[in-house]
């Protein structure tokens, strides 16, 4: 999809759809009262007679209206004028998008950026519209063997009142870098197990280093074992798949600029190993590389925004199987940090993984350290799949990020780390267990980590919830990508 943004009229501007707000009760944007204007009242004869009530979420599409350039108008309702806030913007938006994507419209021209909202500007807006837009027309078919006709709607155009500055064109900028972003997380999460392996993130992270002149580097199992890396090769065991860490350098800032750097959890399949999972739904475990994926679509978008700023993506990714040569409950091994783990559940594998590679992101004397994981079922029990769960040693950093979030509306809530929890770890044959029971299980799995990240600032970012949806439409989110991506931003504007 193409994105422009200028100073346009609605009822002069040819397109094949224009796009206004109404309000519940029949209140007309500026935009909006242009176009009835112009069509000699026929926007408010429609409201007079009912067919359009502005109520949140509802659409009515208008054909050939006299007078007016664009083949069709579209009225979006936002809902009541007193309340409308972030949420009712994004339906409006969610529904405008999907009435648009029924139509043959190949071009629409919208008239949204413009109205009052509280406490957000017209840069997040843009940025909002552009997501919205490019979720409306994902679609992955790639492995159908006739898939189904592209989307026809190909270019939006954002209309404005006055002519737009240079940080709505930058917020255009850096939405279409997001959106690209979040397309790539959300490709190689619902990829299955079987062609999304790790030699297949990989390669990914090989093409996006040769496209935007990043340094990758892959380690292979020998080199793992050479660092001392056995709680990561301990998941891989059973796998036929040969494990890979991958790394990926971003050199944005001064050379002597400490970097950011984010580990994503890269199980590409994840059936428990010996603690074999049940059945039911099992194939959504083929998600248990969005951390990675997500590490990897921030990566594309950063280096596309050019962002000045030194960020390295760490990936530890394998399968966990189950098999003669896999993990047994109570088998113990050493961590690249020197802390012997008794592993009393083989699915508790994501900790496994990211304690070595956490230890070996020390290597870049980073800045700080996002981890983002796929980690514990309790998250979602816990939150849902509206909130990532934020952990982290320091708290203004998880300022930074919820406050990130909240700005992208990818939002995350703050979870406790108290020591109190620790406990819970407590092994009798090695330094700690890698489960914690039942009780608080997201938050045993962050103390877990925690043990691991003590020599720097970092947060942990489990994505259990929010990296994908079940049901019907199930699907990858492309979550956290835009938090991540405007933590780093507004990371950037603060140096
Ligand atoms: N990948 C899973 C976490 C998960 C489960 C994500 C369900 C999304 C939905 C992780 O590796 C796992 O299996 N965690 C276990 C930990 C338990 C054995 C302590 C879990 O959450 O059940
Ligand atoms: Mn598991
Ligand atoms: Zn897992």
Not at 131 to 153: T, V
Not at 290 to 305: H, K, S, V
Request: glycine share 10%.
């Amino acid at each position: 999809m193409e994105f422009s943004i200028k100073q346009s009229s609605p009822e002069k501007q040819r397109a094949g759809c224009v796009v206004v707000g109404v309000y519940e009760g029949g209140k007309l944007s500026a935009a909006a009262q242009l176009l009835d204007k112009a069509a000699a009242h026929h926007l408010s004869d429609l409201i007079a007679r009912g067919d359009m009530n502005g109520k949140a979420g509802s659409t009515l599409m208008l054909h050939h209206a006299a007078n007016i350039a664009a083949e069709r108008v579209l009225l979006v309702g936002l809902g009541k004028a007193a309340e409308f806030s972030a949420k009712q913007f994004l339906d409006a938006l969610r529904a405008a998008f999907a009435a648009l994507q029924k139509t043959a419209c190949k071009d629409a021209a919208l008239y949204l950026a413009d109205l009052a909202l509280k406490g957000r500007d017209e840069a997040w807006k843009i940025k909002q519209t552009v997501l919205i837009a490019a979720e409306s027309g994902y679609r992955f078919d790639q492995l159908k063997s006739k898939p189904a006709d592209a989307p026809a709607l190909r270019k939006v155009m954002l209309g404005c009142a006055d002519k737009p500055g240079s940080t709505a064109q930058q917020a255009l900028d850096q939405a279409i870098a997001i959106a690209r972003g979040a397309k790539l997380t959300k490709d190689l999460g619902n990829l299955p197990g079987n062609i999304c392996t790790p030699t297949y993130l990989a390669d990914q992270a090989k093409a996006i280093a040769k496209h935007h002149k990043l340094k990758v580097t892959v380690l292979e199992e020998k080199d793992m074992h050479k660092l001392g890396m056995h709680s990561l090769l301990s998941v891989t065991r059973g796998s036929a798949q040969p494990a890979k860490l991958i790394t990926l350098e971003y050199k944005g800032g001064e050379k002597k600029q400490k970097p950011i750097v984010l580990v994503g959890k890269g199980i590409t399949f994840d059936t428990g190993g010996t603690s074999l999972k049940p059945g039911a739904e099992m194939d959504e475990m083929k998600y248990d590389m969005c951390g990675a994926a997500t590490a990897l679509g921030t990566m594309q978008a950063i280096a596309e925004m050019g962002l000045k700023l030194n960020v390295v993506a760490v990936i530890p990714s394998c399968e966990n199987m189950p098999d003669g040569a896999a993990s047994r409950p109570g088998d113990i091994v050493t961590s690249m940090s020197g802390q012997t783990i008794e592993i009393l559940n083989t699915d508790a594998e994501g900790r496994l993984i990211l304690c070595d590679a956490l230890t070996y992101a020390g290597r870049f004397e980073p800045d700080t350290v996002v981890d983002i994981a796929t980690l514990t079922g309790a998250c979602v029990i816990a939150l849902g799949n509206v909130a990532t769960g934020l952990f982290s040693n320091d708290d203004k950093l998880a300022k930074e990020l919820l406050d990130a979030g909240d700005y992208a509306y990818d939002r995350a809530w703050h979870m406790p780390l108290w020591d109190d929890y620790q406990q819970q770890l407590d092994s009798n044959f090695a330094d700690m267990q890698n489960i914690g029971g039942r009780a608080g299980g997201s938050i045993t799995a962050a103390c877990f980590l925690s043990r691991f990240t003590k020599d720097y600032r970092w947060a942990h970012l489990d994505i259990a919830g929010t990296a994908w949806k079940s049901g019907k439409d199930k699907g990858a989110t492309g979550r956290p990508v835009p938090l991540l991506t405007q933590y780093l931003v507004n990371l950037e504007n603060s140096k």
